[in-house]
């Protein structure tokens, strides 16, 4: 079984992760956590190209990268360990493309489409918990403050998060259509709710949807 998490920046994901494997381990379940993009030796490069460099990328250029990275793990990793049974959550899925490339950068949601087929094989989650956010919220939580910046600057901020606040809005409007169009597979959770309280609903849903 196939379980994502997806969700803007600061939105609380790698907290819920930890939360659940933490739940599933102690329930005897075998689970591989991974997260997009890495988890493979040439998937870790291209996440090094794709966030910690300053180089400038063009938006289908930073498509391809995601998509190559995307390639790499489910070839070597995700698709092997389905395959023998394992539970695999991943901090990140092709909804993250389908936000940040197409909805944040503008490419056309067809050709993101038959991108994101051929990358993942056709591997598609069996559940995605979705942590809303508004963006101006999550940048509060990165910064700490109360005015925040239309665009940003700083060391501290990896290439994808140097993109500004209108692109983050565009994000989250995106993952909102993609929550529309998918209402049976996308959970959303909103975070704005205490971890205890995100946590019981994902453990609830889980439990309502997939008996183990
Ligand atoms: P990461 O440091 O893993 O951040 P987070 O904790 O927010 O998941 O960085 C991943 C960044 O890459 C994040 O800004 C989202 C972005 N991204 C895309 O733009 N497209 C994609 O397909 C994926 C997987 C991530």
């Not at 190209?49 to 400038?56: D, G």
């Given at each position: 079984m196939l379980i994502t998490f997806e969700g803007i920046d600061g939105a609380g994901k790698s907290t819920q992760i930890k939360e659940l494997v933490r739940h599933l381990t102690g329930q005897g379940?075998?689970?591989l956590t991974l997260r997009e993009p890495g988890g493979t030796?040439?998937?870790e490069k291209i996440r090094h190209?794709?966030?910690?460099?300053?180089?400038?990328i063009s938006p289908i250029g930073e498509l391809l990268l995601f998509s190559a990275s995307r390639a790499e793990l489910v070839q070597e990793v995700i698709a092997p360990a389905l395959g023998s049974g394992k539970t695999v959550i991943l901090d990140r899925f092709y909804d993250s493309t389908t936000a940040y490339q197409g909805y944040g950068r503008g490419i056309d949601l067809e050709v993101l489409r038959s991108i994101i087929t051929v990358s993942t094989c056709g591997i598609t989650p069996d559940i995605t918990?979705?942590?809303?956010?508004e963006p101006e919220e999550a940048l509060k939580r990165k910064f700490s403050k109360t005015s925040i910046p239309l665009e940003f600057e700083g060391d501290e901020l990896d290439r994808m998060e140097r993109s500004g606040l209108e692109f983050y809005r565009n994000v989250r409007q995106g993952y909102l259509d993609i929550m529309h169009l998918?209402?049976?597979r996308f959970v959303r959770l909103s975070a704005l709710d205490?971890?205890?309280a995100i946590h019981h609903r994902i453990v609830?849903?889980?439990m309502e949807r997939f008996p183990f």
């Open positions: 379940i075998e689970v030796a040439v998937a190209i794709l966030l910690e460099s300053s180089h400038e918990f979705y942590l809303d956010l998918n209402n049976k205490s971890v205890a609830a849903l889980l």
